[in-house]
């Protein structure tokens, strides 16, 4: 049915900024915002643009529309068409992936917000599509504590260590319960005989004995 054709096109095209939608920057660094886009039927002057969306416009350095280019084709690289002084374009659509991703430098605490990556397609009967990252600034990087793992580690260690020293233990124990087994057997065995010997002789003596005489 048509109607279905192009329900299918419309969602052909599609835009992905990878598999977490969170990006975290240090004050005054410079911070890379990755999208890529795939489409089944290829692109023919296909357009991308990156908004930033910050809830405080006002006091954002950065425009609304950061950066804009054209790709004529698959074997083309992105023409710019307009762009922030502040953002560069490290993409590429000639290799596997079609990278249109870009580096925002020199990156302050205003630039905190959310950054779409938009991308239209005129081969699908311009068929949209678009992505959004989310960027921290920080001052610093926090650390990570790792007072819990480490206590954990170590009651981990020490359990272990337990069980290991109550192995020993009981391999010890078993030992000289053998042994003591082992030294009744012996005596057991050593009594036996000593009775069977004893009984052997007293037979033996009691066979020499003549009969008494009627």
């Avoid at 089944?40 to 954002?60: H, K, P």
């Avoid at 698959?74 to 993409?91: D, L, Q, W, Y």
């Avoid at 990156?107 to 081969?123: I, R, W």
């Avoid at 003591?180 to 069977?196: A, F, I, M």
Wanted: overall charge positive; some cysteine.
């Amino acid at each position: 049915l048509p109607g279905l054709h192009v329900f299918a096109i419309a969602f052909a095209l599609e835009v992905s900024v990878g598999k977490t939608n969170t990006v975290m920057a240090l004050n005054n660094s410079n911070v890379l915002l990755p999208c890529v886009f795939s489409t089944c039927i290829g692109f023919q002057d296909l357009v991308f643009t990156w908004y930033f969306n910050s809830t405080e416009m006002v006091a954002a350095p950065l425009p609304l529309q950061i950066y804009q280019g054209k790709i004529k084709n698959k074997a083309s690289e992105p023409t710019r068409i307009s762009h922030n002084p502040r953002v560069e374009f490290v993409g590429s659509t000639t290799k596997k992936d079609n990278n249109i991703s870009i580096v925002l430098n020199g990156v302050e605490f205003s630039d905190a917000g959310k950054y779409t990556c938009h991308v239209k397609n005129p081969k699908e009967r311009n068929a949209q599509h678009n992505a959004t990252i989310i960027l921290t600034v920080v001052h610093k990087m926090v650390e990570t504590d790792n007072t819990v793992t480490l206590i954990i580690v170590g009651v981990v260690g020490g359990l272990i260590g337990l069980l290991i020293l109550f192995m020993l233990i009981k391999r010890v124990v078993l030992f000289i319960i053998k042994k003591t087994q082992d030294g009744k057997k012996e005596c057991l065995v050593s009594s036996s005989g000593n009775d069977n010997t004893e009984n052997g002789l007293a037979g033996s003596k009691a066979e020499q004995k003549a009969p008494p005489k009627a």
